[in-house]
């Protein structure tokens, strides 16, 4: 199984600023999703990432406000942006294995916005 | 589009009862389903999952589900819960075609009482 590391993995941001999260994954993987999961919820995707294509964004999430860098198959950004407190959330990267359609995750960078 | 739904939203059982997680799934293809595991303060990890062949796959930590495809079902059981085994547990599904991330269910809060 793939290794995830994502960085940070917590931060306190102010209302109307941005942060990028970073995700690494030890293997190459050709998809990358980025997901979120809010207090007490259940994890819903926010966009899909594969390298040298533009990442789809699912209903309810645009680019403006989530932009995605994909640079090569071990590394995606997730930028969250302009933050307001509903963004509060756990956001995780996850790589799915080539061999089949098993998607792994990390610890997930944990963000409160104040 | 495909969905997942979980109606047990919390159980508690007291250890060496027998559990099982009501996990039924939308989606008029083929289907690979999981199931995840997300222990206190610990990232998600994969229990089981279902690709094809014998309807009854076995995990870790003693779990097994069992795919019922005219019942678009894969009800997660353990015959005997430690508690060790409290955790939020997550059923997930991918289609054969259209969206090609994991949809996940609402989750369902497993409390073991010792």
Known sequence: SAVISQKPSRDICQRGT???IQCQVDSQVTMMFWYRQQPGQSLTLIATANQGSEATYESGFVIDKFPISRP???FSTLTVSNM?????SIYLCSPRDGADNTQYFGPGTRL??? | AQSVSQHNHHVILSEAASLELGCNYSYGGTVNLFW???YPGQHLQLLLKYFSGDPLVKGIKGFEAEFIKSKFSFN???PS???SDTAEYFCAVIGD???RALTFGSGTRLQVQP
Do not use: A, C, F, I
């Open chain 1, 18 to 20: 941005s942060l990028t």
């Open chain 1, 72 to 74: 090569n198959l071990t």
């Open chain 1, 84 to 88: 307001s407190p509903e963004d509060s």
């Open chain 1, 112 to 114: 409160t916005v104040l």
């Open chain 2, 36 to 38: 995840y595991v997300q």
């Open chain 2, 76 to 78: 997660l059981r353990k």
């Open chain 2, 81 to 83: 819960v430690q508690w």
């Open chain 2, 97 to 99: 075609t259209g969206r």
